[in-house]
């Protein structure tokens, strides 16, 4: 990423505190918007009769099969934060309205991965939160360097959200992983 040059070089009375500021305004600005996006989740999740664990775990499934990686029953279960038989229950109702399979470990004949079904427009919809016209066209407006830019940060963030309160997660590594790439 290169630096825009028609921004104003940081000055040397701006303080720590304004930093702060700055960065407290953008998560409240984000906060709303989550209030926002949970809001229209709700009438996704109403409409596709599914809850909020099974949206959670269809994204995260999904999102682990683009990055090419694989997810057992513990691991998700962990990440949803629910109980082993909460979790069987929830991959028992995802399975008979096939949006998963559970196939055998190719590294562990006695474990399962969960695989994501190719979702139907309705499914995907409703897990990538019902992407609206309206939602694009503010989108398509950002420049090719601040979609990246909004990309990147958003992805860094979710990623430090997900080692939150997670059991062995690393929050030391989120935030090193976060202060070196805004230092980019």
């Not at 279960?77 to 069987?88: D, K, V």
């Amino acid at each position: 990423m290169t630096t825009d040059s028609t921004r104003p070089a940081p000055h040397y009375w701006y303080s720590a505190e304004t930093d702060r500021e700055r960065a407290i305004e953008v998560l409240e600005h984000l906060r709303a918007y989550g209030a926002a996006d949970s809001a229209m989740q709700r009438r996704s999740e109403k409409a596709m009769r599914m809850n909020e664990n099974d949206i959670s775990a269809l994204r995260y499934l999904l999102r682990a099969s683009e990055q090419g990686t694989t997810v057992g029953p513990r691991e998700l279960a962990e990440y949803l934060g629910i109980q082993s038989s909460s979790i069987t229950v929830l991959l028992d109702r995802l399975e008979k309205a096939g949006h998963i399979r559970r196939v055998p470990s190719p590294f562990d004949r006695r474990a399962l991965i969960i695989v994501p079904t190719v979702p139907t427009d309705q499914l995907q919809r409703a897990i990538l939160g019902d992407v609206r016209e309206e939602l694009v066209e503010v989108a398509s407006n950002l420049t090719p360097e601040d979609a990246e830019t909004v990309v990147d940060f958003i992805d860094r963030l979710r990623d430090a959200v997900d080692q939150i309160d997670t059991p062995g997660g690393d929050t030391a590594t989120a935030t090193k992983t976060s202060t070196k790439a805004a230092s980019h």
